[in-house]
């Protein structure tokens, strides 16, 4: 009973501190952008500053919305935190919620997070924002296939169904299959990029207007309705470091401390990592990202047949 009750308060304090730390990571990849540009940049908690602002100011609805509008942002937080309750997100501790097919649901949570985002940018009536909708849409339907694809990769190869159980045998053999492994963190760290929103895909902090993605549906949001937004990206951006950095380093030591350790120097250097990579790169064309995400199908397919020699 009293190894039972541990592992409960470890999954229940490996998501608090993803919750309250997942607002560092943007922090980190904008001080890298400002590092390699020679700038001084935002400060490291930027976020969490910008977060506690929101909250204290009103919220400004157009007459022309309706209750979808509202629920959008409270959907897309609850799906974000929903989907991490199905990663074991730091250390040994397995996660809050498992079962077979889980990482299904990991997936649609996402989906339904992204249908409330298009559906109140659309019910705004804007033909902005109705350009920005399309836009996600597109690189949606291929960037889903990719990660579902990638993801059955990972199943196959673990022969598990969760999450969880992924990552466990990851751990007990982490070399079983390096190529396979290979493609997938390719596939699963650009579908990240493309998901999140990051250069080359998207630019968070642009202000061009035609070149929106993201950005251009959420611009009729304010105060806490925004602050749900951000955060829920925020938590989004985690969940999806987790699955990489879970691949990159599964080995695990059962010691909680050391574990969680070496899982948050793996979100760090990911975090680097694309800081680096935005500071590098320039944005593609638009007609540029499709086939990305089509070489990141590839990628994940190439995967999967690996897995069924």
Known sequence: MMQFGEIILKSHASFLAALLLAPMVPGIINRTKAFFAGRQGPPLFQLYHDLFKLLRKGTVYSNSTSWVFRAAPVVTLTAS??????????????ALISFPGDLVLFAYLFGVARFFTVAAALDTGSSFEGMGASREIQFATLAEPAFLIALA?????????????????????????????LLVMTTILLVLLTENCRIPVDDPNTHLELT???EVMILDNSGPDLAYILYGSALKLWAFGTILVSIVLPFKTENYFCDSAVFLAGMLFLAVIIGILES???RFRLDKVPK???????LSI???ILTLR
């Open 212 to 214: 929106m993605i993201h």
């Open 153 to 181: 990769a990972l199943a196959c190869l673990s022969h598990k169904i969760s999450m969880s159980g992924i990552f466990s045998e990851l751990a007990v053999n982490p070399f079983s299959s390096l190529p396979v492994l």
């Open 81 to 94: 935190a929903g989907a991490l309750m199905l990663l074991p997100v730091m250390g040994s501790a397995p």
């Open 302 to 304: 190439m995967a999967l």
């Open 280 to 282: 590098i790169m320039a």
């Open 292 to 298: 990305m995400l089509i070489t990141a199908a590839a």
